[in-house]
């Protein structure tokens, strides 16, 4: 049935999406009934206060929760409550203890739909080019908290699924190595040009990755505004600097303020 | 080195003290005047046990038998046990009440059930070894199939994994790790309910044997068996310690190569 919201150019649709836990008296509205899309090849942060239910929406795109009220599609087709249309950037990395770095991204690839020896090679070349190459056949504990969300980010990458969910990935790092990381993650993306939806509390990671930013309220979360991040690419790190993106950011830091 | 100095450092100190405890009892029972007939001296128990030496080896290849099956059995049913109630959650809500339940009939108790049942051979003991064995493991084995984290559990199913994936992946390696505690608390049991086993009915084992002999007022040989059994005891536990070792490579601290 075609009811006009497949759109083969979006990498992703998430429409009308609203989520309640609970019901009756204790029922608690999460996300009040918002859209959110992605173009093929886009580059989407989602900026909003803490708690105001980004992750859930990232599991109802991922297919883990129901939503109460909307519809998810990815690709042009209608994926509402279906899993493994999506490769995941979790806001820990969630390798497993007990594989190796390499071993780790191999199976993920595998279960993604990579065949066995594809995965291999892949793996190997792109621990090597990121300068992990002597970490493929160490345990993740070793790994720095950089380390292991490149990792996690390449895991992800390597997936065929052309559109990747990144929920506040660099959250847990301290702020030099974030820095790091964002410069890393552009240089990366900037070659790659895949489908991203990334999920941020930082107003100044979103401008400086995005093609568009997308600012949520507090509970129920609703769109407040979306911005397009007017600045070329490749990106100079010291984009930061310039009056236009402070601009922006004030402006995002206000909506964001507003009770 | 650092490491034989270390294991030199944790056997000295019980190694004296067990010396001394030693050389005490012997003196208490030389000099001390205590009866020789309630507690024998260790020289005398030494003696006797080589005395006899043949007939104990024979009544301990008995016991280790009866031990080894009854604890490989148990343990393989209480695996299969574990595996089979966390896949099918119905099923688990039925016999885990009864689970429980059934730990509160006394081993003695179902001896004479199981014996009046299929006779007086290897089978019924070997089942009662196995049934004191297998519930420690059911308990650690379906405790550690239930909790991985949440966020690898999250993270697997987004990207699509199917359930009998995350059990192989996810949760059957994450329970590995439990089962080697319940392993442990199974091998201690193994060698005290195989010698209960043998004292309600046999002539053969460790049990048997210290029967006969405590009835035919021999309390060196009594002695001499309870040396052996908590020798096995020790041995059985060591055994699994060491495939856990060998088994769990991966954890912090474990030794393996970091580069
Ligand atoms: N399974 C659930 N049951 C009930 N409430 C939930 C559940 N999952 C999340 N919530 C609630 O939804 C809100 C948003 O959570 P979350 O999506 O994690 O926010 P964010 O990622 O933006 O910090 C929180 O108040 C949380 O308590
Ligand atoms: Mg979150």
Known sequence: MHTGTADDRMALKAERIRKRFGNGDAAKEVLGGLSVSVGKGEFVSIVGPSGSGKTTLFKIIGGLEPPTEGEVWIGGKKTTGERGHISYVPQQSALLPWRTVAGNIELSLTISGLDRRTAKRETKEWLARIGLGEYADAYPHVLSGGMTQRVSFLRALLAPQPLMLLDEPFGALDALTRLQMQQWLTSIWEESRRSVLLVTHSIEEALYLSDRVIVLSASPAAVLEEFAVPFPRPRREALWTEPAFNAMKQRIYELLRQP | ?259
């Open chain 2, 1 to 259: 080195m650092g490491n034989k100095r270390n294991l030199w450092a944790k056997i000295w100190p019980p190694a004296v003290t067990l010396a001394a405890l030693l050389a005490l009892w012997q003196a208490a029972v030389t000099w001390g005047g205590i009866d020789p007939w309630l507690l024998p001296a260790p020289v005398s128990i030494v003696q006797e046990a080589i005395a006899v030496w043949p007939r104990l080896m024979d009544h301990t290849g008995a016991t280790v038998r009866l031990m080894l099956i009854g604890f490989a059995g148990g343990s393989a049913a209480g695996f299969g046990l574990a595996a089979l109630l966390h896949l099918i959650p119905w099923l688990r809500n039925v016999a885990y009440p009864l689970l429980v339940l059934s730990q509160n009939v006394p081993i003695v108790a179902i001896a004479p059930i199981l014996t009046m049942l299929l006779g007086w051979g290897l089978l019924p003991k070997a089942i009662l070894v196995g049934m004191v064995c297998f519930f420690p493991i059911t308990i650690a084995m379906l405790s550690g199939l239930e909790n991985p984290d949440p966020q690898l559990r999250d993270y697997f199913r987004m990207i699509g994994t199917g359930k009998w994936q995350l059990f192989w992946r996810l949760e059957l390696p994450h329970a590995i790790v439990h089962l080697f505690s319940g392993l442990k608390i199974a091998a201690s049991y193994s060698v005290l309910s195989a010698v209960v086993a043998e004292w309600l009915g046999t002539n053969k084992g460790l049990g048997a044997f210290m029967l006969i002999s405590s009835k035919g007022f021999q309390p060196d040989r009594v002695y001499a068996a309870v040396i052996i059994i908590v020798t096995l005891s020790l041995l059985l536990f060591g055994l699994v310690a060491l495939a856990e070792r060998l088994l769990i490579r991966w954890r912090p601290g474990s030794g393996e190569l970091t580069k």
